[in-house]
Protein backbone atom coordinates (compact mmCIF):
# COMPACT_ATOMS: atom_id res chain seq x y z
CA UNK A 1 0.00 0.00 0.00
CA UNK A 2 1.27 3.69 -1.25
CA UNK A 3 0.98 5.86 1.84
CA UNK A 4 1.16 9.16 2.55
CA UNK A 5 1.75 10.97 5.59
CA UNK A 6 0.82 14.66 5.57
CA UNK A 7 2.27 16.91 8.86
CA UNK A 8 1.40 18.57 11.07
CA UNK A 9 -2.28 17.07 11.16
CA UNK A 10 -3.11 20.97 12.50
CA UNK A 11 -1.79 23.90 12.35
CA UNK A 12 -3.14 27.09 14.10
CA UNK A 13 -1.12 31.00 13.15
CA UNK A 14 -1.52 34.06 13.36
CA UNK A 15 -2.08 35.93 10.32
CA UNK A 16 0.91 37.00 8.61
CA UNK A 17 2.93 34.12 9.74
CA UNK A 18 4.74 31.80 7.39
CA UNK A 19 4.17 27.90 7.45
CA UNK A 20 5.23 24.78 5.96
CA UNK A 21 2.87 21.52 5.09
CA UNK A 22 4.62 18.26 4.30
CA UNK A 23 3.54 15.27 2.69
CA UNK A 24 5.65 11.66 2.67
CA UNK A 25 5.98 8.70 1.12
CA UNK A 26 8.35 5.49 0.81
CA UNK A 27 6.82 5.12 -2.48
CA UNK A 28 7.52 7.31 -5.88
CA UNK A 29 4.96 9.38 -7.66
CA UNK A 30 4.68 10.26 -11.38
CA UNK A 31 3.02 13.23 -9.94
CA UNK A 32 2.05 14.71 -6.53
CA UNK A 33 -1.27 16.87 -6.50
CA UNK A 34 -2.44 19.36 -3.71
CA UNK A 35 -5.99 19.83 -3.08
CA UNK A 36 -7.69 22.57 -0.75
CA UNK A 37 -10.92 21.65 1.04
CA UNK A 38 -13.10 24.35 2.67
CA UNK A 39 -16.10 23.30 5.04
CA UNK A 40 -19.28 22.26 3.45
CA UNK A 41 -17.47 21.98 -0.29
CA UNK A 42 -15.09 19.36 -1.96
CA UNK A 43 -11.55 19.43 -2.61
CA UNK A 44 -10.24 21.87 -5.28
CA UNK A 45 -6.81 21.05 -7.02
CA UNK A 46 -4.76 23.71 -6.35
CA UNK A 47 -1.73 22.45 -7.90
CA UNK A 48 0.05 19.25 -10.14
CA UNK A 49 4.28 18.80 -9.69
CA UNK A 50 5.52 16.38 -12.27
CA UNK A 51 9.31 16.98 -12.00
CA UNK A 52 11.62 15.90 -9.21
CA UNK A 53 13.19 18.78 -7.84
CA UNK A 54 10.13 21.15 -9.39
CA UNK A 55 8.86 23.98 -7.91
CA UNK A 56 5.52 25.78 -8.53
CA UNK A 57 4.37 29.22 -6.97
CA UNK A 58 0.42 30.39 -6.98
CA UNK A 59 0.65 33.83 -5.31
CA UNK A 60 1.58 33.35 -1.84
CA UNK A 61 1.93 29.62 -2.16
CA UNK A 62 5.08 27.26 -3.30
CA UNK A 63 5.03 23.68 -3.55
CA UNK A 64 8.06 21.61 -4.20
CA UNK A 65 8.30 18.37 -5.27
CA UNK A 66 11.21 15.93 -4.13
CA UNK A 67 14.35 15.27 -6.00
CA UNK A 68 13.21 11.63 -5.77
CA UNK A 69 9.64 11.86 -6.07
CA UNK A 70 8.49 10.65 -2.80
CA UNK A 71 8.06 13.62 -0.55
CA UNK A 72 6.75 17.50 -1.48
CA UNK A 73 6.44 20.62 0.44
CA UNK A 74 3.70 23.65 0.82
CA UNK A 75 4.66 26.32 2.18
CA UNK A 76 3.14 29.66 2.64
CA UNK A 77 4.48 33.40 3.00
CA UNK A 78 2.43 35.70 5.05
CA UNK A 79 -0.69 33.28 5.56
CA UNK A 80 -4.55 35.34 5.37
CA UNK A 81 -7.50 34.09 7.07
CA UNK A 82 -8.68 33.34 3.46
CA UNK A 83 -6.08 30.59 3.71
CA UNK A 84 -8.00 28.47 6.39
CA UNK A 85 -8.88 25.06 4.83
CA UNK A 86 -8.31 21.42 5.03
CA UNK A 87 -4.95 21.02 2.84
CA UNK A 88 -4.37 17.33 0.86
CA UNK A 89 -1.44 16.14 -0.84
CA UNK A 90 -2.52 13.38 -3.29
CA UNK A 91 -0.10 11.13 -5.20
CA UNK A 92 -0.62 9.09 -8.91
CA UNK A 93 1.19 6.22 -9.56
CA UNK A 94 3.47 5.63 -12.93
CA UNK A 95 0.06 4.37 -14.54
CA UNK A 96 -3.56 4.03 -13.86
CA UNK A 97 -5.73 7.23 -12.42
CA UNK A 98 -6.05 6.31 -8.91
CA UNK A 99 -4.58 8.58 -6.61
CA UNK A 100 -3.14 8.07 -2.67
CA UNK A 101 -4.27 10.37 -0.75
CA UNK A 102 -3.23 11.74 2.39
CA UNK A 103 -4.75 12.79 5.17
CA UNK A 104 -4.49 16.35 5.38
CA UNK A 105 -3.44 19.43 7.18
CA UNK A 106 -5.90 21.29 8.95
CA UNK A 107 -4.67 25.42 8.82
CA UNK A 108 -6.52 28.00 10.94
CA UNK A 109 -5.00 31.45 10.04
CA UNK A 110 -6.38 33.75 12.86
CA UNK A 111 -6.69 37.66 12.24
CA UNK B 1 -21.01 25.33 -16.84
CA UNK B 2 -22.51 22.88 -14.44
CA UNK B 3 -19.17 20.35 -13.31
CA UNK B 4 -19.76 18.05 -11.07
CA UNK B 5 -23.32 17.66 -9.37
CA UNK B 6 -24.46 15.31 -6.39
CA UNK B 7 -27.52 14.76 -5.25
CA UNK B 8 -28.88 14.98 -2.41
CA UNK B 9 -26.93 17.13 -0.35
CA UNK B 10 -28.13 15.95 2.79
CA UNK B 11 -29.34 12.29 3.91
CA UNK B 12 -30.76 10.54 6.73
CA UNK B 13 -31.72 7.07 6.68
CA UNK B 14 -32.39 3.74 9.12
CA UNK B 15 -30.10 0.71 9.36
CA UNK B 16 -31.09 -1.72 6.67
CA UNK B 17 -32.90 0.79 4.00
CA UNK B 18 -31.21 0.30 0.68
CA UNK B 19 -30.10 4.40 -0.41
CA UNK B 20 -28.68 5.48 -3.42
CA UNK B 21 -25.95 8.44 -4.01
CA UNK B 22 -26.14 10.32 -7.66
CA UNK B 23 -23.44 12.04 -9.18
CA UNK B 24 -23.42 13.64 -12.49
CA UNK B 25 -20.54 15.17 -14.67
CA UNK B 26 -20.92 17.36 -17.75
CA UNK B 27 -17.05 17.42 -18.80
CA UNK B 28 -17.98 13.88 -20.65
CA UNK B 29 -14.73 12.83 -18.53
CA UNK B 30 -13.44 9.17 -19.02
CA UNK B 31 -13.04 8.16 -14.98
CA UNK B 32 -15.43 8.94 -12.12
CA UNK B 33 -14.22 8.39 -8.44
CA UNK B 34 -16.67 7.72 -5.28
CA UNK B 35 -14.87 8.12 -1.90
CA UNK B 36 -16.03 8.58 1.74
CA UNK B 37 -14.24 11.02 3.94
CA UNK B 38 -14.33 10.60 7.93
CA UNK B 39 -12.18 12.08 10.25
CA UNK B 40 -8.71 10.15 10.82
CA UNK B 41 -9.03 8.40 7.71
CA UNK B 42 -8.80 11.41 4.99
CA UNK B 43 -10.15 10.49 1.89
CA UNK B 44 -11.12 6.74 0.84
CA UNK B 45 -11.81 5.42 -2.23
CA UNK B 46 -14.95 3.09 -2.73
CA UNK B 47 -15.16 2.65 -6.04
CA UNK B 48 -13.88 4.09 -9.60
CA UNK B 49 -14.88 4.20 -13.06
CA UNK B 50 -12.42 4.16 -16.21
CA UNK B 51 -15.12 4.23 -18.67
CA UNK B 52 -19.26 3.33 -18.74
CA UNK B 53 -19.54 -0.32 -17.94
CA UNK B 54 -16.07 -0.30 -16.36
CA UNK B 55 -16.05 -0.26 -12.53
CA UNK B 56 -13.46 -1.34 -9.96
CA UNK B 57 -12.95 -1.79 -6.35
CA UNK B 58 -11.04 0.57 -4.26
CA UNK B 59 -9.99 0.62 -0.78
CA UNK B 60 -13.37 0.09 1.04
CA UNK B 61 -15.97 -1.04 -1.62
CA UNK B 62 -17.69 -3.34 1.06
CA UNK B 63 -21.55 -3.14 1.51
CA UNK B 64 -21.61 -0.75 -1.47
CA UNK B 65 -22.53 -1.15 -5.23
CA UNK B 66 -22.10 0.93 -8.30
CA UNK B 67 -22.80 1.02 -11.99
CA UNK B 68 -22.17 3.47 -14.75
CA UNK B 69 -24.31 3.00 -18.00
CA UNK B 70 -23.64 6.30 -19.21
CA UNK B 71 -20.50 8.25 -19.13
CA UNK B 72 -21.89 11.46 -17.14
CA UNK B 73 -23.80 9.20 -14.35
CA UNK B 74 -21.68 7.18 -11.46
CA UNK B 75 -24.50 6.33 -9.08
CA UNK B 76 -23.70 4.95 -5.95
CA UNK B 77 -25.54 2.82 -3.96
CA UNK B 78 -25.89 1.30 -0.50
CA UNK B 79 -27.94 -2.14 -0.63
CA UNK B 80 -28.38 -2.00 3.44
CA UNK B 81 -26.98 1.08 5.54
CA UNK B 82 -25.14 0.43 8.13
CA UNK B 83 -24.13 3.48 11.21
CA UNK B 84 -20.54 2.59 10.21
CA UNK B 85 -21.38 4.02 6.71
CA UNK B 86 -21.90 7.31 8.24
CA UNK B 87 -19.83 9.57 6.21
CA UNK B 88 -19.46 12.35 3.73
CA UNK B 89 -19.49 10.97 -0.01
CA UNK B 90 -17.60 12.48 -2.82
CA UNK B 91 -17.73 12.15 -6.09
CA UNK B 92 -14.97 13.11 -8.38
CA UNK B 93 -14.05 12.60 -12.23
CA UNK B 94 -10.87 12.84 -14.56
CA UNK B 95 -9.46 12.81 -17.66
CA UNK B 96 -6.38 11.76 -19.12
CA UNK B 97 -5.44 14.47 -21.63
CA UNK B 98 -2.30 15.48 -22.67
CA UNK B 99 -0.11 17.63 -19.92
CA UNK B 100 -2.57 16.51 -17.50
CA UNK B 101 -1.99 14.18 -14.54
CA UNK B 102 -5.10 12.19 -13.54
CA UNK B 103 -6.26 15.86 -11.64
CA UNK B 104 -9.56 15.10 -9.86
CA UNK B 105 -12.42 17.30 -9.83
CA UNK B 106 -14.96 16.39 -6.72
CA UNK B 107 -18.50 17.33 -6.53
CA UNK B 108 -19.82 18.95 -3.12
CA UNK B 109 -20.41 16.16 -0.80
CA UNK B 110 -23.47 14.15 0.08
CA UNK B 111 -23.60 13.74 3.99
CA UNK B 112 -25.38 10.75 4.93
CA UNK B 113 -26.74 9.98 8.39
CA UNK B 114 -27.60 6.61 9.03
CA UNK B 115 -29.58 5.98 12.28
Known amino acids: TQLLEQSPQFLSIQEGENLTVYCNSSSVFSSLQWYRQEPGEGPVLLVTVVTGGEVKKLKRLTFQFGDARKDSSLHITAAQPGDTGLYLCAGARTSGSRLTFGEGTQLTVNP | DAGITQSPRYKITETGRQVTLMCHQT?????MFWYRQDLGHGLRLIYY???????DKGEVPDGYVVSRSKTENFPLTLESATRSQTSVYFC??????????????FGPGTRLTVT
Open chain 2, 27 to 31: WSHSY
Open chain 2, 49 to 55: SAAADIT
Open chain 2, 92 to 105: ASSDRLAGHNYEQY
